[in-house]
C-alpha cells in the first residue's frame, strides 16, 4: 500500500485490493470443503446428488459472477477517480504555480486553495509546509515526499489516514522552489463498493438459494418416476393388481414403465386366473350342494320314519356335513369375491350394542355375555349389518370351538388414549387356552388352524372364518386382532375395532 | 312375531288343504328335482320348467300362487320371466340369485321380484319365505274397511286400491306394504319393522326390499314419483304414509 508510483500509471488500483472479496471467496471454500468432508464418506442418494450438483452448481456460477462484477466495478470506479484525482492536482498545482511567483503569505495560498474547491492539500514552499485543512506533512508518507522533493517526479500513492483511503498526488513546482500535495478521500467511492459488493452478495445468494429450489424440484422431478414405480410396486404388493405406471413419451423411462405395466398385468392375469379357478370351483360345487341339502332336508324330516338308529346316525352325520360343505364353499366363494375385488359392502347406520345384541341373537352362541360400557351405548357404526353379523358370528364361533366356559362379548368406545377419529372396540373372549404370540398373525390366515396343544381337536372349524373376519372388518376401515385375556385369566380375546361415531345422549 | 307365527301356521294348514301351486323355474334338473321334492314336503303342489320361455308359457295356461325364479337361465333370463309375468299377475315372487352383494338383487327386485334367495339356500329358508309371502292381510285393528289419503283409497278387505276412484294394479308384496303404512297414517315405520311386518325377516333383512318396494309402490301410487305426496320418506327414520 505504501509503494509510491510515477504518475501516469493506471494499473495502480489493482493493488486497492479485492479486500471485499476475500472473506467470501475463504468462507466459500471452507464451506465446500466441510461440505465435501460431510459426504465423501457417504453414496449420496440420487435425490441429494441432483439437488447438491444443482446448489453447488448455482453458488459457483453465483459466487463468481459476483466476483467478476466486484472486480469490475471496483477498477472501473478507481480508474476513473483516479484520473480525476490526477487531473485536479494537476490543474490546481498550475494555478498555484502562477500564484507562487508573487511570493503570497501561507493565508493567501490557503484561500487560494479554499476557491480552487479543494479541501485537504498541503504546500511545500521553500521549506516551509503549509496544510490548507487539517492534514499536514505528517500525513505524507516520506517516500513521496523524497520522490516530489528531491527526485522532482511527479507522483501519487494511496494512503490511509484515521482508516480513511486517500490518493495523495505530489507535484514538484522546481521554479518556485515548491512542491504541492493533494489529498483526495476515497472514502466515497469506497462506500459505493461496499453498496455494490453488498448487493452482489445478496443476489449471490438469493441466485444459490434459488439453485438450491430448483435442484430440490428437479431432483423430486427427476426421481418421481421412480418414486411412483416404488408407489405402484407397494400397491401391486398391497392387493391393487390393476395399478399401473403412466405411460410416457420420455425414452429414458418407457421402457421402465412398459416393463412394469407388463410385469404387473402378468401378475395380475395369473392372481386373477388363481382367483377365478378358486371361485369356478365354489359355483360348480354350489349346484350339487343345493340338491344335497335339498335332499337332506327331505330326508330329515322323515327321520323319525328310519327303519334303525343306524341310518338315524348316518343321516344326522350326512345332514351335518352337507351343512358344513355348505358353509365351507359359502365362505370360498367370499374369499375369491374378496381377492376378486368384488365386494361392495351395502352400509346402513347401525345402533352398535343393538347391533351386537342381534348378531349374538342369531350365532351359535345366543346366550353369549354381552356387555356394554356407559358411551358404547352411544356408539353408532356405518357397516354391512349381515357382513359384520358373520364377523361376530365367526368370533363365537371361534370362540366355541377353541375355548370352554363362558364366551363374552363387550362393546365400548377405544380406551385410554385419546381418539380424535371416534373407533368402538368388539371384544369377544373366551376361556380357552389362549393364541400364543407367535400364531398371533398366522390364525387370521386362511386354512389356519389352531393346533397348539390345550386346544380342541376340532371337527368343525371353519379354516376360513378368521380370513373372512379379517377381510370384512378391513372392508370396514377397522382392524382385528387376537390379545391375552384383560382379567389375567387365561384365555383369547379376539378384538374388532371399526371407525364409530358417538351419537348424542 | 308369536302372532303372525300363528297366522303362518294356520295358512300353512289351509294352504295343504288346497294346496298351494308353485311354479319353479331351474335349468339344472338334480337342483330342480330337489327343490320340489322339498317343497312337496311342504304339502304343495310344484310345476316345473326348465327355462324361461318353459316358464312363460306354463304360467300363462296355469296361473302358479308362488313362482320361483333362478336368475341364470339359458335363452331368456329370470329378470325376463319376472318382467314377463309381472304384466298379467300379482302372484309373488321369489328370486334366486348367485350372490348376495351385486346389482342382481336390485334388478331382479325392480324387474318384479317380491323376495330373493342366494344360492345355495337351505330349502327351510324358502319354504319360510313362501310362506311368508302367502300371509294373508291381517284385518285392520280399527275395524275401519276403508282408508282414505288424499285422492288414494285402500280397501284392505278387498285387496283393492283406488286412486282418484280408478284401481291400480299392485302386487300383493306392494298392497301388503301399503296396508301395514296405511293402518297407522302419519307414522314413521323403519326398515327393519316393515321387514317385520311385510316380510317377515328378522333385523338382518336385507333393507333393500323395502326401498325397492317403496319406489315400485310410488310409481303407482303417485301422481309424480320424484315428489311422493304419500309415501314420503323420512331421512334416517324410514317411511310413513299421509
Redesign the interface.
Known amino acids: 500500500m505504501s509503494d509510491v508510483d510515477d504518475v501516469p500509471p493506471v494499473d495502480v488500483t489493482a493493488q486497492l485490493p479485492v479486500v471485499m472479496l476475500r472473506p467470501v471467496r475463504l468462507s466459500w471454500r471452507r464451506r465446500l470443503s466441510r461440505l465435501w468432508i460431510r459426504l465423501r464418506p457417504q453414496k449420496p442418494a440420487l435425490r441429494r446428488r441432483i439437488f447438491l450438483t444443482f446448489s453447488l452448481g448455482s453458488f459457483a456460477l453465483s459466487a463468481f459472477l459476483a466476483a467478476a462484477t466486484y472486480s469490475f466495478a471496483q477498477n472501473s470506479l478507481l480508474r476513473q477517480r483516479d484520473h480525476s484525482a490526477i487531473d485536479q492536482a494537476y490543474r490546481n498545482a498550475r494555478a498555484l504555480q502562477g500564484d507562487l511567483a508573487s511570493q503570497p503569505t501561507a493565508s493567501q495560498i490557503t484561500n487560494r486553495l479554499h476557491n480552487f474547491g479543494v479541501t485537504q492539500a498541503v504546500v511545500e514552499v521553500q521549506g516551509q509546509w503549509i496544510a490548507v485543512l487539517t492534514f499536514g506533512r505528517a500525513e505524507i508518507p516520506t517516500a513521496l515526499q523524497t520522490r516530489v522533493l528531491h527526485d522532482l517526479v511527479a507522483s501519487r500513492m494511496v494512503v490511509s489516514i484515521h482508516g480513511e483511503p486517500q490518493i495523495l498526488v505530489g507535484i514538484p513546482l522546481p521554479e518556485q522552489n515548491a512542491a504541492y500535495f493533494e489529498f483526495s478521500s476515497l472514502a466515497e467511492v469506497q462506500s459505493t463498493l461496499s453498496g455494490v459488493g453488498r448487493s452482489l452478495l445478496a443476489a449471490a445468494i438469493v441466485t444459490t438459494g434459488i439453485g438450491m429450489l430448483l435442484g430440490a424440484l428437479a431432483s423430486r422431478r427427476a426421481v418421481r418416476p421412480l418414486a411412483e414405480a416404488a408407489q405402484a410396486a407397494k400397491a401391486i404388493a398391497g392387493g391393487r393388481l390393476d395399478t399401473r405406471l403412466e405411460p410416457t413419451d420420455d425414452p429414458d423411462l418407457r421402457l421402465l414403465a412398459i416393463s412394469f405395466n407388463d410385469m404387473a398385468a402378468a401378475l395380475q392375469a395369473r392372481v386373477e386366473r388363481d382367483a377365478r379357478f378358486a371361485s369356478d370351483v365354489s ?1 360348480e360345487l ?10 337332506a ?2 330326508l330329515s ?1 322323515r327321520r323319525e320314519e328310519l327303519p334303525d338308529e343306524k341310518s338315524r346316525a348316518a343321516l344326522d352325520l350326512l345332514v351335518g356335513d352337507v351343512t358344513r360343505f ?1 358353509g365351507l ?2 365362505d370360498l ?1 367370499e374369499i375369491s ?1 374378496f381377492d376378486a375385488g ?3 359392502l ?1 352400509r ?2 347401525l345402533v352398535l350394542a343393538e ?1 351386537v345384541r ?2 349374538v341373537a ?1 350365532s351359535s352362541v345366543p346366550d353369549a355375555t354381552i356387555r356394554v360400557s356407559d358411551r358404547g351405548e352411544a356408539l353408532v357404526i356405518a357397516g354391512d ?2 357382513r359384520l ?1 358373520r364377523v361376530v358370528a365367526n368370533l363365537l364361533d371361534n370362540a366355541r370351538f377353541y375355548g370352554s366356559g363362558e364366551i363374552s362379548i363387550d362393546v365400548s368406545e377405544v380406551a385410554g388414549e385419546t381418539d380424535p377419529l371416534g373407533h368402538a372396540w368388539i371384544a369377544v373372549e373366551d376361556h380357552g387356552a389362549g393364541v400364543p404370540m407367535e400364531e398371533r398373525s398366522l390364525v387370521f390366515e386362511r386354512f389356519a388352524r389352531g393346533g397348539s396343544a390345550g386346544r380342541r381337536s376340532l371337527s368343525e372349524g371353519a379354516g376360513l372364518g378368521l380370513a373372512l373376519v379379517d377381510e370384512d372388518v378391513r372392508m370396514h376401515g377397522g382392524r382385528v386382532w387376537v390379545e391375552d385375556r384383560r382379567d389375567g385369566e387365561s384365555g383369547a380375546r379376539f378384538v374388532i375395532e371399526l371407525p364409530a361415531e358417538e351419537v348424542g345422549v | 312375531m308369536a302372532s303372525m307365527a300363528l297366522l303362518g301356521t294356520r295358512h300353512r294348514a289351509s294352504c295343504k288343504a288346497m294346496s298351494t301351486h308353485i311354479l319353479t323355474v331351474e335349468d ?1 334338473e ?2 330342480r ?3 320340489k ?2 317343497l312337496e ?1 311342504e304339502g304343495w303342489t310344484v310345476e316345473e320348467a326348465a327355462t324361461g320361455e318353459d316358464a312363460i308359457e306354463a304360467f300363462r295356461r296355469h296361473p302358479a300362487e308362488v313362482v320361483l325364479i333362478d336368475i341364470m337361465l339359458p335363452g331368456i333370463d329370470g329378470f325376463e320371466v319376472c318382467r314377463s309375468i309381472r304384466k298379467t299377475s300379482d302372484v309373488p315372487i321369489v328370486m334366486v340369485t ?5 346389482h342382481d338383487i336390485v334388478a331382479g327386485l325392480e324387474a318384479g321380484a317380491d323376495d330373493y334367495l342366494t ?6 329358508e324358502l319354504s319360510a319365505r313362501i310362506r311368508a309371502l302367502l300371509r294373508r292381510i291381517k284385518p285392520t285393528p280399527s275395524g275401519h274397511s276403508k282408508l282414505l289419503f288424499d285422492d288414494l283409497e285402500i280397501i284392505p278387505e278387498e285387496g283393492k286400491v283406488l286412486r282418484d276412484g280408478e284401481e291400480l294394479h299392485l302386487t300383493k308384496t306392494e298392497f301388503r306394504l301399503l296396508v301395514e303404512l296405511g293402518q297407522n297414517p302419519g307414522r314413521v315405520f323403519s326398515r327393519e319393522a316393515l321387514l317385520d311386518k311385510v316380510w317377515g325377516y ?3 333383512g ?3 326390499l323395502v326401498d325397492v318396494h317403496v319406489r315400485r309402490l310410488r310409481t303407482k301410487v303417485e301422481h309424480d314419483a320424484a315428489n311422493p305426496r304419500h309415501v314420503v320418506t323420512v331421512r ?1 327414520l324410514g317411511y310413513r304414509l299421509q
Do not use: C, W
Request: net charge positive; charged share 30%.
Open positions: 359355483h354350489r349346484s350339487p350342494l343345493m340338491t344335497l341339502s335339498a335332499s332336508e327331505v324330516s355348505q364353499v359359502e366363494l369375491r368384488a365386494i361392495r351395502n346402513e347406520d347391533f342381534q348378531a342369531v349389518k349381515r353379523a | 339344472d338334480r337342483i328335482s330337489a327343490v321334492l322339498a314336503d348367485a350372490r348376495a352383494d351385486t344360492k345355495p339356500f337351505q330349502p327351510k328378522g333385523y338382518f336385507d333393507g333393500r334416517g
